[in-house]
Every structure is written in structure tokens, then in C-alpha cells.
């Protein structure tokens, strides 16, 4: 027995310290500890010995347990050691590696070209909307003074929707100027930028949608010297104290009376250039005092409020402030021509 004792604990011994794996570790834990294992096997034969070798007997058998037990403790551990250890080495990092080159984006000119404009509007007090872009022919036309029969109104140039001509893409920003006019408590100033639709042919200087930047103040006691004021200080914000402008009288339906503004050519002075097309002048935008049939139909008294409307083309002022010759290179977002901004 005692031999019997001795040669299990050197094999278990052995086998603990020779353990690859935690389900080896199991099988052997099983084998030398369980219930059926071969200590409990020779425990069963203690009856079999006399009461002097008894105590002698149980002191050794416990002391074979605790070995076995102990030599199975550190297996365990140096199994858990090894698999933290391949874990750490599997999951390395190396912060020294250079990092991967992050692509930086960079504003379309088009919307350099807005943010500088609503920065300019902000600053004067304005309120930025935005409206839809499927509007109705009412807001579009009718209520803006171009009743039916107007020639703006025709469908070779307008995107309608449905046959009897109620619903339409916008051909302008101005019908936010009745949208402000029914949802803003007065006075009222504004811009609202956004995409216009127009059945124009393609081409360097046209395409069927364009932007717009619609801006309008109505309050008491406005004048035309306030649009040519403020106006005038948005070209000098936008080319340069020095710039000069030119209001020329023109017709909208929706304003009385109407001007068009230019600014005299930044490339050449004034003198004419291929930029001005040797006019000396570049034609910026559209303006004038909102038309009283405008403001009565929104339900505004012209003999108490008075107010002036504009509305320009982005992309034009985007083209003139980047020297873009073609309107196409803007909705193309071709990246080798948008890297150059
Ligand atoms: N909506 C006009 C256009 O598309 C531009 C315009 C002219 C807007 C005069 C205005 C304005 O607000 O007062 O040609």
C-alpha cells in the first residue's frame, strides 16, 4: 500500500507537470482525485490493515493527496499564465506604426460662396429660411403679381407637375418671399437660399437648376435707399471696400419700382475685360420695392409697411468670385476640379 501510494503520487506528479492543455488537466484530475480515482481506490483498502498501521497509513495518504492536489493547483496556474501570455502576444498592438492618412474633404465653392453670403446677411440682422423646392404655381406666380397669362408662367420654360399647372418646381426663390410674408410676424428680414428649376438648354452659362438667394426686409418707413445701401455694402463686403455698383431700372412683376444692380468688373476696373465681356460691368442681381398688390394680397397694409426684395444667382457669384468659365463644373463634383478650392 505504501508502495502503491509512492507510485501514485510520482505519476501524477510527472503527468501534472507534463499537462498541454485544461481538458488534460481534467481527465488527470479525475483520474488521480475523483470519487473513482486510483487514490480513493486505495483509500477503499484501509479496512484491510490493522488498527497499529492504520494512523500511519491515513497520514500518508493524506499527505500523497495534498502533494497531488498542489501539483494540480500549479498546472492550472501555469496553463492560465501560458494562455495570457499567447493572448497578449495575439493581440499586440504597435503604437509606433504609423498612422493610416485620414482623405480631409473641403467645402464645395458653391457653399464657401452661401456661407460667406449668409455670414454677410447675419451680421445685418437677417434670418436664414429655407423653403420647398415642388411649390405651388400660386406662391410662384399668382402671388407675386404675375397672374395668369404672364409670360413667365409659360411651360417652355417651367417645370409643372400636373396638367391644370398648380404644382411646379420652383423657378425662383421669390415665392419664400410670400411664405415669409404669411409665417413672420413683421418686421420682417430674410434670406432664403436654395435650389431653382428652369427648362434651359445645358450649356457653359445654363443649366436647367440653378441657386438662388432670395432676400427681403419689410418694416416702416423703408425705402429705395435702404436697398441701394445695403446692397451696395454687401458688394463692397463680398469684392472689396472699393467696389463700385450701378443700379440700372429693369421690371419684375412683384416689385415697383425695379432696378437690376451691377458691380463695376473687379478684373478690369471698369475699363472691359473677357470676365465683363468689355462691358466694364458685371449684372449681379435683381431688386426693387415690393410691388403694393404684393404686399396687400399678404394681407400687409402698403400704407403702413413698406419693403424691398432681391434675389441673385449663386452659382453666377461662385463662378465670378472662383474665375469658373463653366456652370457645369459646379454640379459635375468632378474631385479633380474641387481639390482646387
Ligand atoms: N426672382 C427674380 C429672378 O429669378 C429675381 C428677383 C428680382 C428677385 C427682383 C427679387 C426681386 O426679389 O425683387 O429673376
Redesign the pocket.
Known amino acids: 500500500m505504501k508502495e502503491q501510494l509512492a507510485k501514485i503520487r510520482a505519476e501524477a506528479l510527472a503527468a501534472f507537470d507534463g499537462v498541454k492543455d485544461a481538458a488534460a488537466l481534467d481527465e488527470l484530475r479525475v483520474k488521480y482525485l475523483g470519487k473513482k480515482g486510483e487514490l480513493t481506490a486505495v483509500l477503499k483498502q484501509m479496512g484491510r490493515l490493522t488498527a497499529e498501521e492504520r494512523p500511519a497509513m491515513g497520514a500518508l495518504a493524506n499527505e500523497v493527496r495534498a502533494a497531488v492536489e498542489s501539483a494540480l493547483d500549479a498546472a492550472a496556474g501555469k496553463l492560465e499564465a501560458a494562455a495570457l501570455s499567447a493572448r497578449l502576444k495575439a493581440e499586440r498592438v504597435d503604437v509606433t506604426i504609423p498612422g493610416k492618412p485620414v482623405r480631409q474633404g473641403r467645402r464645395h465653392p458653391m457653399n464657401t460662396a452661401l456661407e460667406e453670403m449668409k455670414e454677410i446677411f447675419i451680421g445685418m440682422g437677417f434670418t436664414v429660411l429655407d423653403g420647398p423646392e415642388i411649390e405651388l404655381a400660386e406662391l410662384n406666380f399668382d402671388r407675386l403679381n404675375a397672374g395668369e397669362g404672364h409670360p413667365s408662367r409659360d411651360w417652355s420654360d417651367t417645370f409643372y407637375f400636373d396638367t391644370d399647372e398648380r404644382v411646379m418646381l420652383r423657378s425662383?426663390?421669390?415665392p419664400m418671399?410670400v411664405r415669409a410674408m404669411d409665417s413672420m410676424p413683421l418686421p420682417i428680414r430674410m434670406i432664403a437660399p436654395g435650389r431653382v428649376y428652369r427648362k434651359d438648354e445645358v450649356d457653359a452659362t445654363h443649366s436647367p437648376m440653378f441657386h438662388?438667394v432670395?432676400g427681403?426686409v419689410i418694416d416702416k418707413g423703408v425705402t429705395m435707399a435702404d436697398l441701394k445701401g445695403t446692397l451696395a455694402t454687401v458688394a463692397q463686403r463680398l469684392y472689396g471696400p472699393d467696389t463700385k455698383t450701378r443700379f440700372r431700372p429693369h421690371h419684375?412683376p412683384?416689385?415697383e419700382p425695379?432696378c437690376e444692380m451691377d458691380v463695376q468688373c473687379h478684373k478690369c476696373g471698369g475699363k472691359g475685360c473677357p470676365t465683363c465681356k468689355g462691358e466694364g460691368w458685371i449684372e449681379l442681381l435683381?431688386?426693387?420695392m415690393i410691388h403694393p398688390r404684393v404686399l396687400e394680397m399678404a394681407g400687409i397694409d402698403p400704407e403702413e409697411w413698406s419693403g424691398w426684395?432681391?434675389?441673385f444667382g449663386l452659382d453666377r457669384l461662385a463662378m465670378l468670385r472662383y474665375k469658373i468659365d463653366d456652370v457645369r463644373l459646379i454640379f459635375e463634383n468632378d474631385v479633380r476640379f474641387l481639390e482646387q478650392f
Open positions: 425662383q426663390t421669390s418671399q438662388q432670395e427681403m419684375f412683384f416689385t425695379s435683381g431688386a426693387g426684395a432681391f434675389g
